[in-house]
């Protein structure tokens, strides 16, 4: 079931920017690259952008050199993946990610 979330602060900024919607589906597949939004466990709902995939382990990091650092998110399980990042909806209009 698609979910509509609105990005909180700048860690994904240029692509997505503070107030930005993103509209989100289950995802069949993992790819590195891609935007999905996950539930950690020290930080909270966040939105990242997969860097590395290595069996059931996750690797993040932000579009934004100020974002949150990959060692501080650290390596995720994939089960705390809710959704990948499909559409954004922004005041300039939609684009799809």
């Given at each position: 079931?698609?979910?509509?979330?609105?990005?909180?602060?700048?860690?994904?900024?240029p692509?997505?920017?503070?107030?930005?919607?993103?509209?989100?589906?289950k995802?069949?597949?993992l790819?590195?690259g891609?935007i999905?939004v996950?539930?950690h466990?020290?930080?909270g709902?966040?939105?990242?952008r997969?860097?590395?995939?290595?069996?059931?382990?996750?690797?993040?990091?932000?579009?934004?050199?100020?974002?949150?650092?990959?060692?501080?998110?650290?390596?995720?399980?994939?089960?705390?993946?809710?959704?990948r990042?499909?559409?954004?909806?922004?005041?300039?209009?939609?684009?799809?990610?």
């Open positions: 079931m698609p979910r509509l979330i609105r990005v909180r602060g700048q860690s994904m900024s692509t997505l920017e503070d107030g930005d919607y993103i509209l989100t589906l995802p069949r597949r790819r590195p891609f999905y996950l539930k466990e020290r930080l709902r966040i939105v990242k997969l860097s590395v995939l290595e069996n059931d382990s996750c690797q993040w990091s932000g579009d934004n050199s100020a974002s949150t650092s990959s060692d501080r998110i650290g390596a995720t399980p994939t089960s705390c993946i809710s959704g990042a499909i559409w954004r909806i922004s005041p300039s209009g939609i684009k799809r990610l």
